[in-house]
């Protein structure tokens, strides 16, 4: 699978921001599609899951009420809906494949290139 994360910019603290996922070569819907991020000198931090049917959702406790990840399995799309943004939401952000909901990134199969988002204070 080939995935693709685009939608990563530069804003200020408060506003929102929409990440998506592309993905190709393979069937999407058998792959539940994790999010995570990666700030300078960390480790590459979990953000959240979707399973493959999109009916479920899973995330990370710091981001819980603000983000939201979807998707639509007719197009091979993922997205991350991210509200109320912080500082410390500054990241390059992740989009990655597994055959289940996973929180580790050790777990998942295939990894997009990342997508840097800023926020300012």
């Known amino acids: 699978v080939q995935l693709q994360a685009s939608g990563g910019g530069l804003v200020q603290a408060g506003d929102s921001l929409r990440l998506s996922c592309a993905a190709s070569?393979?069937?999407?819907?058998?792959?539940?599609v994790g999010w995570f991020r990666q700030a300078p000198g960390r480790e590459r931090d979990y953000v959240g899951a979707i399973d493959w049917s999109g009916s479920t959702t899973y995330y990370a406790s710091s981001v819980k009420g603000r983000f939201t990840i979807s998707r639509d399995n007719t197009k091979n799309m993922a997205y991350l809906q991210m509200n109320s943004l912080k500082p410390e939401d500054t990241a390059v952000y992740y989009c990655?494949?597994?055959?289940?909901?996973?929180?580790?990134?050790?777990?998942?199969?295939?990894w997009g290139q990342g997508t840097q988002v800023t926020v300012s204070s």
């Open positions: 070569g393979h069937t999407f819907s058998n792959y539940a």
């Open positions: 990655a494949v597994t055959m289940g909901p996973r929180s580790k990134a050790s777990e998942y199969d295939y």
